[in-house]
């Protein structure tokens, strides 16, 4: 009986290292997955500004709106 314990218990001890490794693998496609989304955001952010600038009335050149907008 106290064989098959131990012999159990070790199965279960090499299933537990085994979904340690799977969720420290996910943790970490988890967190390469945010700072894509991050990254994915800020690019977004960075084109919606250039088209707002590109989509304002021209008056002549140098827009002073553009510039204050950014600082």
Do not use: C
């Amino acid at each position: 009986m106290i064989t098959q314990l131990q012999e159990e218990r070790n199965e279960n001890l090499a299933q537990i290292s085994e979904l340690n490794e799977e969720v420290t693998k996910l943790n970490s496609q988890l967190e390469h997955e945010k700072k894509q989304i991050g990254m994915m955001t800020s690019r977004t952010s960075v084109m919606d500004d250039i088209l707002k600038v590109k989509n304002e009335p021209k008056s002549g050149g140098f827009s002073y709106k553009a510039l204050n907008r950014k600082q």
